[in-house]
Nanobody, 124 residues
Framework: QVQLKESGGGLVQAGGSMTLRCQASGLRIGDNAMAWFRQVPDKEREFVARISWDGETKDYGDSVVGRSIVSRDNANNVVTLQIHSLIPEDTDRYYC?????????????????WGQGTQVTVSS
């Protein structure tokens, strides 16, 4: 059974940083492109970051580009997302997703596996 488990969320002050972690089980992340999305209720799921299977290609959403770093450790089946200079608008539930086809790009509907998410709240 495939499981993606996010951790690292919580309450953070504006201007601070956070590191989110996605631990995968039941699949090898090395066989997947991995991504982070975020969403609040009643809003569209927003692309945050994506990393290719080998870590060579990284893409970021417009809202976090320049202040985020996505990385992966295939040996330990972990994907990590750092966001710096947090703002209240970063308050969201953050989800880890896996794409075994490598064709999903930043389209959330094409990702096959999802975690339950971790809530991040940025206080002003």
């Amino acid at each position: 059974q495939v499981q993606l488990k996010e951790s690292g969320g919580g309450l953070v002050q504006a201007g601070g940083s956070m590191t989110l972690r996605c631990q995968a089980s039941g699949l090898r992340i090395g066989d997947n492109a991995m991504a982070w999305f975020r969403q609040v209720p009643d809003k569209e799921r927003e692309f945050v970051a994506r990393i290719s299977w080998d870590g060579e290609t990284k893409d970021y959403g417009d809202s976090v580009v320049g202040r985020s770093i996505v990385s992966r450790d295939n040996a330990n089946n972990v994907v990590t997302l750092q966001i710096h200079s947090l703002i209240p608008e970063d308050t969201d539930r953050y989800y880890c997703a896996a794409d075994p086809t490598f064709f999903a790009g930043d389209n959330w509907s094409r990702f096959k596996y999802w975690g339950q998410g971790t809530q991040v709240t940025v206080s002003s």
